[in-house]
């Protein structure tokens, strides 16, 4: 090993098509290892905001929808503070953030419940628009995929980051569609016609 | 059981991540690895520095961790699972060399004949009926973890006309941040089905392939019970400032 500063991250490699015997292994069928999967909710009872529902699929470049995706998120609470490590103070006790999410077996659709997260400040001190971080691995994925979810009825006009999406039209890509009040479909698409903004960041 | 209320962090948690180097990484579209080919963006990532969003992330408490949760050979029906029993283990570590400690590491694998237990695992390998294949741990103090386990077998799989896994364990890690989030395979030192594995070349650079080969440690090993192997992890570095230096110094 050379000097510390020389260290390289580890590269990734697929999750491949087993992905849920490790990381929902109950949802898989394989009960009896962990008493539940981790990462069930996003919030608890008592968590303050506006209810959401997002569903949505997760799709290939030839339009299958996948039947494998597991998707992580992240996000703030109502008043855009996360869970654990923000520098500006504590979050919402009732929210934890972090959510696990895989498509169903059968139909592809995932769901995710929670509650809208708040604005939070950009690094120069802008505001981001509310979203949700989203990460989504699967066979054939050879390195996590970084997205976001925007939504349809809030003001993401100057969001800093959809800023820097250069052709508006996918922008759209990343703003779920409300469906009913509270409900949101948000539909990913890995390649192709309506590609999904896919983030370095 | 979701992860346990937040708790306080030092500043080492905090500040810009370091970017990816996306040349060290595989690329999205790696034709040799053919179910790459319709699931890989067509358009360039859309780059930015990372952003609270990215900065912060998920914690997790010893009490959401079951205390054999760690132990594959054990920890499905307490009875022993069959194989090669080992010790895999390691350090989590940022690019700065820091520890990370209290991150949670989860792995899942092929038992000792190579076959999952999954129900679309279709291997002529039989099932080892107490062998579930998953396992998770939170690194200590210093970010180091440790499974004991049973050496995965090899396992063939549709991608070329002959195509075989080499032995492997799937790793998750998360780090502090969202955006150090990673998903990786650790392999076997001197197993000889790493260098033909299609997936394993979807990494370009040798160097980047090694970082993944887990050495033979014989001084983790146990006399009269298990070999040993040791798997680093490196995630993400992130930016400080002296300032934030000083503070964790005081
Ligand atoms: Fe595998």
Sequence with gaps: MGRLDDLKETPSQTAGPYVHIGLTPNKLGNAGVYPV????????????????????????????????ALIEIWQADADGIYPGNDPRG???????????????????????????????????????????SVWVVARGINLGLQTRIYFEDEDNSACPVLARIEQPERRETLIARQTGPGHYRFDIVLQGDGETVFFDI | MTQDSPHPRNSVDRGALYPRDRDWHPAA???????????????????LGSTLSEETGPAFGQNAIGDLDNNLILNFTGQPAIGERIILHGRVVDENGRGIPNVLVEIWQANAGGR????????????????????????????SYEF?????????????VNSWRPMHVHFSVFGTGFGQRLITQCYFQGDPLIDLCPIVKTI?????????????????????DCLAYQFDIVLRGRRQSVFENRMEGM
């Excluded at chain 1, 934890?96 to 690094?123: C, M, Q």
Aim: charged fraction near 20%; hydrophobic fraction near 35%.
């Design chain 2, 204 to 224: 370009g650079q040798r160097k980047a392939i090694e970082s993944l080969v887990a050495p033979l440690d014989m001084n983790r090993a146990i006399p009269m």
């Design chain 2, 29 to 47: 579209y790696t034709p040799g690895y053919k179910t790459s080919v319709t699931r890989a963006p067509s358009r360039p990532l859309v780059a």
């Design chain 1, 90 to 132: 504590a979050a919402d006790p009732n929210v934890t953030g972090w959510a696990r999410i895989i498509a169903d077996f059968d139909s592809g659709e995932w769901l995710l419940n929670t509650i809208k997260p708040g604005r939070v400040p950009y690094p120069d001190g802008r505001s981001m628009a509310p979203h949700i």
């Design chain 2, 148 to 160: 004991l386990t049973v050496r995965p077998g090899a396992y063939p799989w549709p991608n070329d």
């Design chain 2, 116 to 143: 999952y237990r999954h129900k679309k695992d279709g291997y002529l390998a039989p099932l080892d009926p107490n062998f579930a294949g998953c396992g998770r741990c939170l690194t200590a103090w210093d970010g």
């Design chain 1, 37 to 68: 999967d981790l990462g069930e909710s996003p919030i608890r009872d008592g968590a303050q905001g506006e209810a959401v529902t997002i569903t949505g699929t997760v799709r290939d470049g030839a339009g299958m929808i996948l039947r494998d």
